[in-house]
């Protein structure tokens, strides 16, 4: 079973950045899709972005222009930069990787 860890998380003021990161254990990361959801209190959990084994990322219109999806194969890890951070992106942000593996979830909170 492979264990994905996010950190990066935290509290931030609007227009503010933050850069989460999502560490796997075991190998063969690199064949593997990637994605981050997000979780607001009260709404369903929604697909932020995502990016494919090649590298091809795709984006919620939410966070187009504001997020960036990346990836290092060599540290079995995936990055999600958020900048000009809005209240609105408050929310727990959980990595997921295509083979149905979560993450435990890391708390993002926009405020001033």
């Known amino acids: 079973q492979v264990q994905l860890v996010e950190s990066g998380g935290g509290l931030v003021q609007p227009g503010g950045s933050l850069r989460l990161s999502c560490t796997a254990s075991?190998?063969?990361?690199?064949?593997?899709?990637m994605d981050w959801y997000r979780q607001a209190p009260g709404k369903q959990r929604e697909l932020v972005a995502f990016?494919?084994?090649?590298?091809?990322?795709n984006y919620a219109d939410s966070v187009k222009g504001r997020f960036t999806i990346s990836r290092d194969n060599a540290k079995n890890t995936v990055y999600l930069q958020m900048n000009s951070l809005k209240p609105e992106d408050t929310a727990v942000y959980y990595c997921?990787?295509?083979?149905?593996?979560w993450g435990q979830g890391t708390q993002v909170t926009v405020s001033s």
């Open positions: 990016i494919s084994s090649g590298g091809n990322t």
């Open positions: 997921h990787r295509l083979d149905g593996s």
């Open positions: 075991g190998r063969f990361f690199s064949i593997y899709a």
